[in-house]
């Protein structure tokens, strides 16, 4: 056979495998679950027929998630029984996976490169500075060396640096806080390491100055790496054993009040087109990534945006600790740039398979440039990636807490719960780009929208970077300039750079 034709007529089976695989989630959805039953086994045929590469491969976990759904939907009963495989995931593996993670994509390290940026500009001439990170999966080590590093290099000196770092394992902390304090000593930078062995959902915020030991007199900087999705959670999910949150989650939840009617207008008029001509809500494009990838952070933060909640009880209470409390000069948000936060299955999983296979590809072709055996990249597909996917596809109720969700979504949330949003700097933006470029991957691009950063793969966005502060009532006169809305998008300042 030709190798066009042959290459055309696996290009067809993989675009019918995408078919096959959504038209299951939709059965699942409708309660059709014959015709799932059918569309999987279809699926599952078209998946041997196409060969290695990263959509057959995401096809593994995607069909084991559907599988999953079929038999809660046909015999509960049965999948109450099934063994989940997360909770057998050797701890060890899963570490190593993470640390291969960290090396083998860019986004990870471009991430940490734009947040020790803003860290520094908002720290500067500061004598007592106390760093609180809320480390994300990936989280490793040279990541806080660097910002060490930064800090020791500063013009005016180091300051006196505090690190409190949350994080849901303690050995690895054990480690981590070990080689920091060896290089803060060859540095000669005054430094105290706190670390907080726990996940932030199980935080009680309403002690959040004595857990991550906050002083008076210091600077603060905080930094959330994918981790408020996981308070997303709504609130009829948390049942009746759901602790009590703060007092101060009123204020949040004043603000909200106020929005209502706003939210109200919003969900009875037509919202704005994107670039594309789809409403967001539209009932068959709403579960579809954007073709434009910048096309869905442009709705006004003035205006709730189309299908948005009130938030939950937990990240209500949280980001008014964080705002009252800690009350940081900066707070750095990173998370995926995706829709994992619906209650429709159809919708999550198409957006799911569109997310995770980009993620999955920039993998291959990283894996592929840098020399990596097969098997490291499998073992981060496998327990890293195919862990989130499971938790997102599978998973309903408290339990499921990748909750991801769009930028615009995350700047609302943080206006009404009293946040600025601090635009990246010149430099800042500078950072992520020289990291992209030192990782060397066809691919990657870092766009720059309203002052903040989009890290994607072959125009598809996957992850969003931007920078916050209490709003105090002044104007937004720090790091970067004024306060711009999201939804305007600034002239002559996107940036499109691609290897």
């Known amino acids: 056979m030709h190798p066009c034709t042959e290459e055309t007529g696996r290009a067809r089976r993989l675009a019918h495998l995408g078919w096959a695989l959504c038209e299951c989630a939709a059965d699942i959805e409708a309660g059709s679950m ?20 990263p959509l057959p491969r995401l096809a593994v976990p995607a069909v084991d998630c559907l599988a999953r759904r079929l038999i809660r939907g046909m015999v509960p009963a049965v999948a109450d029984a099934l063994i989940d495989p ?6 060890r593996c899963a570490m ?36 609180i990170d809320f480390a994300g ?16 290099s500063r013009p005016e000196g180091p300051p006196h640096l505090r690190l409190t770092i949350v994080y849901d394992d303690a050995e690895f902390l054990a480690t981590v806080s ?3 304090v060896d290089e803060a000593d060859e540095l000669d930078v005054p430094f105290q390491v706190h670390c907080v062995a726990a996940q932030i ?28 999705h996981r308070l997303l959670a709504a609130a009829e999910d948390d049942g009746g054993g759901a602790r009590s949150f703060s007092a101060a989650g009123c204020h949040f939840n004043k603000q909200m009040a106020n929005t209502a009617r706003l939210q109200q207008m919003a969900s009875t008029s037509s919202c704005s087109p994107s670039i594309g001509g789809a409403c967001e809500d539209d009932d068959e494009s709403a579960y579809r990534s954007p073709a434009t990838p910048l096309s869905f952070i442009s709705p006004p933060l003035t205006t709730p945006p189309p299908q948005f909640e009130m938030p939950p009880p937990a990240l209500a209470s949280f980001l008014s600790a964080v705002r009252t409390t800690i009350s940081p000069k900066v707070a750095v948000l990173v998370e995926q740039e995706a829709i994992h936060n619906g209650v429709s299955f159809r919708k999550r999983f198409a957006e799911a398979l569109h997310y995770y296979g980009a993620v999955f590809d920039s993998l291959d072709a990283a894996a ?16 890293v990636l195919g862990e989130e996917i499971r ?3 599978v998973r309903e109720g408290p339990r499921r807490r990748e909750r991801h969700d769009r930028l615009h979504q995350w700047g609302f949330r943080m206006e009404v719960a009293g946040f600025r949003r601090v635009p990246l700097s010149y430099m800042a933006i500078r950072e992520g780009d020289d990291m992209v470029r030192r990782c060397g991957l066809r691919g990657c691009e870092n766009k720059q929208h309203g002052g903040c950063l989009i890290l994607c793969w072959r125009s598809l966005p996957l992850y969003s970077v931007s920078a916050w502060r209490p709003d105090r009532g002044a104007a937004a006169d720090g790091i970067g300039g004024e306060y711009l809305p999201l939804s305007e998008p600034i002239a002559g300042s996107c940036i499109c750079m691609e290897l």
């Not at 660097?146 to 800090?151: D, I, Y």
């Not at 592929?368 to 327990?383: F, I, K, L, Q, S």
Request: glycine content about 6%.
């Open 86 to 91: 997360s909770d057998h995931l050797d701890r």
């Open 368 to 383: 592929t440039a840098y020399g990596r055996p097969d098997a490291e990249r499998a073992e981060v597909e496998r327990a």
């Open 201 to 228: 959902e199980a935080l009680d915020f309403n002690d959040l100055h004595g857990v991550l030991g906050l002083k008076s007199g210091e600077a603060r900087a905080l930094v959330c790496t994918q981790q408020l």
């Open 391 to 393: 938790d997102v596809l």
């Open 178 to 180: 070990e080689s920091l």
């Open 96 to 131: 190593a996976a993470r640390r291969s993670f960290f090396d083998l994509s860019p986004f990870p390290k471009a991430a940490v490169a734009v947040s020790n940026r803003v860290i520094l500009e908002a720290m500067e001439n500061e004598k007592n500075v106390h760093v």
């Open 34 to 53: 014959e015709k799932a039953a059918h569309r999987l086994s279809q699926a599952m045929g078209l998946k041997a027929a196409t060969g290695d590469g």
């Open 137 to 152: 999966p990936a989280a490793q080590p040279c990541q806080w060396i660097q910002l060490l590093r930064e800090f020791k």
